[in-house]
């Protein structure tokens, strides 16, 4: 998949763009069903999947103090899309210039001009142009002006609600991962770099990584059974993660901490990508190191029940 920034200045010239637009954070089902449509639509038209997303979120330029954490950084977007089937992602930097910008403007300019759609892909609530004035009536009405069809699709629907990257925070901030990945369609997953910690997990006989997490979202605090993927292996390792601020040991601030299961080595530096599968149990606090040594051992047996292995 080609990753672009796109400047509307620089028009490009692929065959027969077909181009999803939104957010996309978490490439939920929701946008996965939006990429899917234009995929089909490119492909009868023999021409190019496009999906046009924007960075920052415009909620941080728009309003900063109220704007959502991510779920994912701008380069796991791209490999989750690009997995999907997506043939270019155009990122187009958002600004409060291009929030200036009328519905008739964008559209013009950035869907017609820059990327040249031969047909515009989005979600029923889609808004666009400025002070969000525009809708997919106006874009219908807009592309039928400028030659390109639009595809305005519904809603995907989970426990009779629309999937959506706000409920797939609600659910990893109550520490259900299961439900994030039934909104998701895939585990709710973390990356970071492995760096050195307190040591306390080797003195408690369960050695762990601690993570340098480069996503802003995390579950809510609690112990995991997780899939982890060391220097971007393609075979994940089953392992338990504690997320939160390590109460038994007064901590202040939120660390990740995984124990591969099975594991034996140094991590530190590498890559490791943690997909959380189910919460084992929530933080708490325990009375002293053997409590706390015993919960641990129990937790490693939940761990392997749950993910299946020896």
């Given at each position: 998949m080609e990753f672009v920034r796109l400047d509307p200045d620089h028009p490009l010239r692929w065959p027969a763009p077909v181009v999803a637009v939104g957010n996309l954070d978490g490439v939920h089902r929701g946008h996965q069903a939006l990429v899917a449509a234009a995929l089909r639509e490119a492909r009868t038209l023999r021409g190019t999947a496009v999906v046009l997303t924007f960075d920052p979120h415009p909620a941080r330029v728009l309003a900063p103090d109220r704007a959502p954490s991510a779920l994912m950084t701008l380069e796991q977007k791209a490999e989750v899309l690009a997995a999907l089937g997506v043939d270019r992602l155009a990122v187009l930097a958002f600004s409060a210039a291009l929030a200036r910008l009328t519905a008739d403007q964008f559209v013009r300019d950035v869907l017609g001009t820059a990327l040249g759609a031969r047909v515009v892909a989005v979600g029923a609530d889609f808004r666009f142009g400025h002070g969000r004035h525009g809708d997919a009536p106006l874009l219908e009405e807009l592309g039928a002006r400028l030659g390109f069809g639009v595809l305005c699709l519904p809603p995907v629907m989970v426990g009779g609600t629309p999937v959506s990257s706000t409920r797939v925070r609600e659910a990893l901030e109550?520490?259900?991962?299961?439900?994030?990945?039934?909104?998701?369609?895939?585990?709710?997953?973390?990356?970071?770099?492995?760096?050195?910690?307190?040591?306390?997990?080797?003195?408690?006989?369960?050695?762990?990584?601690?993570?340098?997490?480069?996503?802003?979202?995390?579950?809510?605090n609690g112990v995991y059974a997780a899939w982890a993927h060391v220097d971007h292996e393609a075979t994940p390792r089953p392992a338990a993660v504690n997320v939160g601020r390590r109460p038994t040991f007064n901590g202040q601030d939120t660390t990740v901490?995984?124990?591969?299961?099975?594991?034996?080595?140094?991590?530190?530096?590498?890559?490791?990508?943690?997909?959380?599968?189910?919460?084992?149990?929530?933080?708490?606090?325990?009375?002293?190191?053997?409590?706390?040594?015993?919960?641990i051992a129990d937790d490693l047996v939940q761990a392997r029940t749950l993910l299946r292995v020896s």
């Open positions: 109550q520490g259900d991962a299961v439900a994030a990945a039934e909104l998701l369609g895939r585990p709710h997953f973390v990356d970071g770099t492995v760096v050195k910690g307190e040591g306390r997990g080797r003195t408690l006989g369960f050695p762990t990584a601690n993570l340098d997490p480069v996503n802003e979202t995390l579950p809510g901490e995984a124990h591969l299961l099975g594991w034996s080595g140094d991590l530190y530096g590498r890559a490791l990508r943690l997909a959380f599968v189910e919460r084992l149990r929530p933080e708490r606090r325990f009375e002293g190191v053997e409590a706390l040594r015993a919960q």
